[in-house]
C-alpha cells in the first residue's frame, strides 16, 4: 500500500499544479472582463473563458474613417488592426512592447499597439502607417526613409517611421544624440540606425510638426 501511495503522489501534485495555474489564468483574464462574464462565472457556467467574454462596443476614428466595432474586452489595438481591419502595415515583432515594431499613434501619441487593449481607444484618433501617407503622396518622413536608405529588409520601418514622426513632433529631435535616444525603443535588425537619423534630422531641418 505504501509503495502504491507513493506512485500516486507525483500524479496527483501535477494535478494540483495544474489546477492552480488554470485557476491563475482563469482570474487573470476576468479581471478584465465584463459585468456579465464575472456573473456567469459566480453562477457556477463551465465554459470556456472566451464563450463567457461579450462583444463590447468600440467607436474610434482609424485613419480618419470612423468605425463602429464590436470587440472582445482582451482584444489589442495590434489584433484589432491586423486581424479584423487588415491593416497589416502595423508589424508584430516580439509582442511585449520592447521592439517598437507595432508603434501607432493614438492622439497624436506614439503607443506601442501590442501593450494596447483596443477598449481603451474608445474615442480616440489612431494614425497607423497606411494613414501617414499613400503611393500617391508620401509622407515626409517616408520620403526621407526611402533617400537615406533607413530599411533593409523593411520588416520595422513602419514603426520605425510611425515613432520618428512622433520624435520631431514630440520636440526631440533637436541632435542626432538626442534622436538616437527618443527612437531607442524601434530596434533594427538590419542595422540601419545611422541612415535612420540621418532620415529624421532632414526632416527636421525643415522645422515645423509633421
Request: aromatic letters at 4%.
Amino acid at each position: 500500500m505504501e509503495n502504491e501511495n507513493n506512485a500516486e503522489e507525483p500524479e496527483s501534485t501535477g494535478a494540483s499544479r495544474r489546477a492552480f495555474l488554470k485557476q491563475s489564468s482563469a482570474l487573470a483574464a476576468f479581471a478584465l472582463a465584463p459585468p456579465a462574464a464575472v456573473h456567469a462565472v459566480e453562477k457556477g457556467v463551465d465554459e470556456k473563458i472566451a464563450v463567457a467574454f461579450e462583444q463590447q462596443p468600440l467607436r474610434v476614428e482609424i485613419n480618419g474613417v470612423a468605425q463602429q466595432l464590436s470587440i472582445e474586452p482582451r482584444v489589442t489595438l495590434l489584433d484589432l488592426l491586423r486581424e479584423q481591419l487588415n491593416l497589416t502595415g502595423t508589424k508584430k515583432g516580439c509582442d511585449h512592447g520592447q521592439c517598437g515594431a507595432c508603434t501607432v499613434h493614438v492622439d497624436g501619441q506614439r503607443v506601442n499597439s501590442c501593450l494596447t487593449l483596443a477598449l481603451t481607444t474608445e474615442g480616440s484618433k489612431v494614425t497607423t502607417i497606411e494613414g501617414l501617407g499613400s503611393v500617391e503622396k508620401l509622407h515626409p518622413m517616408q520620403e526621407a526613409f526611402i533617400k537615406h536608405d533607413g530599411f533593409q529588409c523593411g520588416y520595422c520601418t513602419p514603426g520605425q517611421i510611425m515613432s520618428a514622426v512622433a520624435c520631431i513632433n514630440e520636440g526631440h529631435a533637436n541632435s542626432p544624440d538626442e534622436v538616437r535616444e527618443y527612437m531607442s525603443g524601434n530596434i533594427c535588425r538590419c542595422g540601419a540606425y545611422a541612415n535612420i537619423v540621418e532620415a529624421i534630422m532632414e526632416v527636421k531641418s525643415k522645422g515645423g510638426r509633421i
